[in-house]
């Protein structure tokens, strides 16, 4: 049996919001418009790979023994495909790095954050989404 990594809840009670929460309890907000305050869905896999890529570069340079990197930004354009069905085709990722750190080892430490990130591995693996539904919630996210 797999081991589950991950588990998050989903609650609309609108057509506009959504209210998602994770079994610590931590919530965030969907939208589903560009226009309304906070996160799209497409926005927070675009943060899950942004976030996933900053901690991935970190890991690659404690086993580099390149010590304590200072500040890292990573900016994700999530791009969608102009094909259907409805995706995302493409995510384009840029890393800056704080540090003065040359253009090869740079270069290495984003490949290797692309190797250890789960979220890109995921993206690059075209894991199966396997959706049904049940009489009940398991959890619903607090108000």
Do not use: W, Y
């Not at 869905?41 to 942004?50: M, Y």
């Not at 996933?52 to 404690?62: E, F, K, L, T």
Request: net charge negative; proline share 3%.
């Amino acid at each position: 049996m797999a081991v589950k990594s991950a588990r998050v809840f989903a609650h609309s009670a609108t057509a506009a919001a959504c209210r998602i929460s994770n079994d610590r309890d931590q919530v965030i907000d969907a939208v589903f418009s560009p226009k309304a305050d906070g996160f799209t869905p497409l926005e927070i896999q675009a943060a899950a790979l942004a976030a996933c890529i900053a901690a991935s570069v970190r890991i690659a340079a404690r086993a580099a023994n390149l010590g304590q990197l200072g500040e890292i930004d990573v900016t994700v354009d999530a791009i969608k495909a102009e094909d259907e069905p409805s995706r995302l085709g493409r995510f384009e990722v840029a890393v800056h790095f704080g540090d003065a750190l040359d253009d090869a080892t740079q270069d290495r430490l984003v490949e290797a954050a692309e190797d250890i990130c789960t979220i890109s591995n995921t993206l690059r693996a075209g894991d199966t989404v396997i959706a049904g539904h049940r009489a009940e919630p398991t959890k619903r996210p607090k108000e």
